[in-house]
């Protein structure tokens, strides 16, 4: 059974910054796209941040320069480094992967959440 294991999140004041981390497991596929969403009471979820197995990096135009995504292929983990955070950045923060199995077919995977609250 697939999980995603999320860490990282907390309560930081504004202009500080956080680390989120986020361990895949439990699949005999690869893991294909992995990355963060983020979603705030009344809202729809939307990206923050993907790379691709290749390592390509995909951002909302809204943490652009202030947040970066990376991930270690083997501990199938990805990272998503924070800095100079905004209160408009609170919120609970999804990981979420992809799997490619042997026929080609996506199978998708959420996290948990992990509340992400920045202080004014």
């Known amino acids: 059974q697939v999980q995603l294991v999320e860490s990282g999140g907390g309560l930081v004041q504004a202009g500080g910054s956080l680390r989120l981390s986020c361990a895949a497991s439990g699949s005999t596929f690869r893991l294909n796209a992995i990355g963060w969403y983020r979603q705030v009471p009344g809202k729809l979820r939307e990206l923050v941040a993907a790379i691709s197995s290749g390592g390509s990096t995909n951002y909302a135009d809204s943490v652009k320069g202030r947040f970066t995504i990376s991930r270690d292929n083997a501990k199938n983990t990805v990272y998503l480094q924070m800095n100079s955070l905004k209160s408009e950045d609170t919120a609970v923060y999804y990981c979420?992967?992809?799997?490619?199995?042997?026929?080609?077919?996506?199978?998708?995977?959420w996290g948990q959440g992990t509340q992400v609250t920045v202080s004014t």
């Open positions: 979420n992967a992809e799997f490619k199995t042997s026929t080609q077919a996506i199978s998708i995977y």
